[in-house]
């Protein structure tokens, strides 16, 4: 009967499409990438780590790269979202924001992507080392979120189709890749 109930679930789980997460394999023209950043240390490492881990050849050079991926400031706002009887803050939404664009050495434009997460947070008016501490957590988290998310995008991308033109003065007009909000789980 054990046995039977086991097969029934990997055949439930693999009919459904849960998979593991692992490798997220990048197209062939992204496998040498020029990183440039402007985000924190340590969203750099977690992006270098996971684009070393998935195959992907970083260069120290743009010329030598086959793309050059660049990273904006990751913004993450802390917003009020909940008032408690007393007056005090009871919750906090943390939203982040970042941009990148990728452009291939190969062709004229780029690609414009953007991405948006959030978390919740309880505020403990009594405990105020430990809502410091979760913060710091939540933080981290929305960060390793938006590795996986870069990833993603990375992953599913069709450059020719998605292509904007090199007028970086004027970026109102271009349409960014947005993706949907996390909603505390990520996406």
Known sequence: MR?????LTVTLLAGCGWQ?????PL??????????????????QQLRLQLEFNDVVLADEADAAQAVLTIG????????LSINSSGQIGEYELNGRLEARLQRN????????ELRGRRYLSNDVSNVVGTANS????????ERDMVRQLLRRLQRLNYDSEMQTDDTSATPGATPIDSPDANGAGA
Not at 20 to 24: D, E, F, I, N, Q
């Open 27 to 44: 197209p062939p023209e992204y496998r040498v990438l020029h990183l440039q950043s402007q985000a924190s240390n340590s969203f750099n």
């Open 3 to 7: 046995i039977v109930a086991w097969i």
């Open 135 to 142: 913060e710091q957590q939540q933080r981290a988290d929305l």
């Open 20 to 24: 593991l997460r692992g490798v997220t």
């Open 106 to 113: 190969d062709r004229d434009g780029f690609v414009l992507i």
């Open 73 to 80: 400031a990751l913004e993450i706002e802390r917003r009020t």
